[in-house]
C-alpha cells in the first residue's frame, strides 16, 4: 500500500511512546530514597500481547465458482498497571489492522478490514472498599485511509471516507467506579467532555462525523457509563466485554453506544484463536448500527 511506510511509523512510534511513558512513571515512582543495600518495591504490572493471523485462498479452473484471496490481521495489545496504598492507576493501548485482496489480479490491491488505535489511561483513589474516585482519559481513532468501493472498484471508484484523526475521539471524565477485583468493574462519570476531530480538510468541508461544515472540532459535554467484565471461562478459554455509554446534556435521549465481546482460544503458547464482535450507535454520525465480527486463527505471544 501507499501509505504502507508511514502506517508502520505510527505503529511503531505509538509502541515507543507508550512503553517510555510507562517508563518515565516508574522511575518516577520507584526513585524514593532508600535504605542502603535495599531494592526498590516494584508496584507495576505490565503485559504485551502481540498477535498475527494469515489465510490465503487459490482457486485455478474452480468449476464451484469463487475468488482467490489473501489477508492479513494484526493486533497489539499493551498494559501497564499501578497499584499502590489507595491508588491504582490503568493504563492501555490497543492496535489492530488487517488487509485483504480478492482475485488472481496482481494490480487489484489490498483493502483495509481492520484498523485500530486505541488509549485508555483511567485513575482510581479507593474511598471505601470496592468504590473508587475515578479520572478517566479515552483516545481512540485510526490509522490508514478508509474508501468505500461501493461506487466500482480500483482507485477510480472508491470514495475517502475517513483518515488518521479522521475522526479521532478524545473523552475525559470525572467520576465513582466500584470494582470486583479484576473481574468486573462499573464506573458513573457525571462529568464527562467528548470531543470529536475530524483533521481532514475534504472530510472537514463534507461535515463528515458530525462536525459543521468546515469546522475540525466538535465538543460535548454529558455524563457517561462504562462497564468492563473478564473471566476464564474454562482453561485457556478467557471472555471480556466492555460497554460504554454516552449522553450529551443537549440531546440526552441520543445515547452513544459501544459495546464490544472478545472470547480468546488458546491453543498453546505461541497459537490461539479469537472470536470477536463489535457495535456501535453514534446518532451524529451515522443513523444506523454499526455492526463488525471476526473469527481469527494465528499466532500470538505474550510477555
Aim: charged residues 15%; aromatic residues 14%; contains cysteine.
Amino acid at each position: 500500500m501507499k501509505n504502507f511506510k508511514h502506517l508502520t511509523q505510527i505503529i511503531c512510534t505509538a509502541i515507543l511512546l507508550f512503553y517510555s511513558y510507562i517508563s518515565a512513571a516508574q522511575q518516577s515512582v520507584n526513585s524514593d530514597t532508600l535504605p542502603a543495600g535495599t531494592a526498590p518495591t516494584n508496584y507495576w504490572q505490565t503485559k504485551s500481547s502481540f498477535g498475527l493471523n494469515f489465510s490465503q485462498v487459490k482457486l485455478a479452473n474452480w468449476a464451484g465458482g469463487g475468488q482467490s484471496s489473501v489477508s492479513v490481521n494484526s493486533l497489539i495489545n499493551l498494559s501497564a498497571d499501578y497499584a499502590r496504598g489507595k491508588s491504582i492507576w490503568e493504563n492501555k493501548l490497543d492496535m489492530a489492522y488487517g488487509l485483504m485482496r480478492q482475485g488472481d489480479d496482481n494490480n487489484a490491491g489490498f483493502r483495509k478490514t481492520d484498523d485500530l488505535l486505541n488509549f485508555i489511561s483511567k485513575y482510581n483513589y479507593n474511598i471505601v472498599d470496592g468504590f473508587f474516585i475515578t479520572a478517566l482519559t479515552d483516545f481512540r481513532t485510526q490509522m490508514d485511509v478508509g474508501y468505500n468501493y461501493s461506487k466500482g472498484t480500483g482507485e477510480a471508484g472508491r470514495v475517502k471516507i475517513s483518515e488518521f484523526m479522521a475522526p479521532g475521539f478524545l473523552v475525559s471524565s470525572l467520576g465513582a467506579t466500584y470494582k470486583k477485583g479484576k473481574m468486573f468493574s462499573l464506573t458513573l462519570s457525571p462529568f464527562t467532555s467528548k470531543f470529536t476531530f475530524v483533521l481532514d480538510d475534504s472530510l472537514s468541508n463534507a461535515g463528515s462525523f458530525g462536525v459543521e461544515r468546515g469546522s475540525k472540532v466538535r465538543s460535548e459535554l454529558g455524563s457517561a457509563l462504562r462497564s468492563s467484565f473478564e473471566k476464564e471461562l474454562y482453561t485457556n478459554i478467557n471472555f471480556r466485554t466492555n460497554l460504554n455509554l454516552f449522553a450529551n446534556y443537549r440531546t440526552f435521549s441520543q445515547i452513544d453506544v459501544n459495546w464490544e465481546g472478545i472470547l480468546l482460544l488458546k491453543v498453546n503458547n505461541y497459537i490461539s484463536s479469537t472470536v470477536s464482535a463489535q457495535l456501535i450507535y453514534d446518532h451524529d454520525i451515522i443513523q444506523k448500527t454499526q455492526w463488525r465480527n471476526s473469527i481469527n486463527v494465528g499466532f500470538l505471544l505474550e510477555i
